[in-house]
């Protein structure tokens, strides 16, 4: 059976039901992100004393802007496919994919040095919560990668099939991404910087 | 207002990139400010009222919200609601132990 108005927006929303999908899902995830935020300010609350310096603020900003650059990327991604620009389309989603994986790599950097001197979750609340949550983080990361490398590969023949659906599909990736970009944008100054 | 696609797209890529810089600007500032060791209050407020400007800014321009229809901002409505729910927990979970005995044997044991 064929899902309903995934080209075409349904008269009543003025929506693609795919577009409406995608944001109850993020709505979700807000929920998600939103109660392990609220549990960082239980335990930080707890405490008397809440670590400083323990993370390399180098790196995360450096993590910072390559997220914020794939953000950019992937949304140009969506703008080159409205106007016709395949080439330009692939090379802005192959730059997405390549930044996602550099932020990986940095992270696994960041972690490694943290288990080298035996300071894994278990050391501390501080760093129960920070691998909670850029675990968490890093995994929604390898999720949108996924995604990107179908659409890269298998999942670009739909454009030759039905270009305005495959453009939809990129959309849908897009608000994903760039939400994971958001919840980044928060979780850098209350992990890194506070 | 562009009557033709393209052309608004093109408009849009204008604004991708100047948020993009503005993006660029705000992290810089955040780390900066993180580096003059303002008193935790301040620091947190200055900081999280950063990071919100930023996320308005990927939220309106490349999540296209500034120009959304209806049921998305239903959608998020709702989120908005719980999600200040789930911010207030903290808080609920203080108020709950107010005047009770442990809290109070706490406030004693600071005493001595």
Redesign the interface.
Known sequence: MEIPYIVHARPD???TNS??GI??FL?SE??LF??L??TY??LR?GVPEWPHGELD?VLG?IN??IL??S??T???AW?SL??NEWGKHRLYLTATFALSAIFLVIKYFEYASHFASGEGPWHSTFLAIYFTLTGLHGLHILGGMVVMAYFLGPGATLHKRNPEQFANRIEAT??YW??V??VW??L???LY?? | MHSDPAANVKKSVRSYITVFVMLMIFTVITVAASRFHLAVPVGITVALIIALMKGSMVAGVFMHLSHEKQWIYGVLLLTVVFFIVLMLVPVFTVMDSTGTAIQAAAAGRGGH
């Open positions: 929303t003025g929506l577009k409406l944001w109850l709505a807000v929920m939103g109660a935020f609220s300010i239980i609350m603020v900003t910072t802007i914020i650059s953000s950019v992937m949304v140009m703008a409205k106007l897009g608000l760039h939400f970009d958001l944008i928060f850098f100054p209350v910087l506070l």
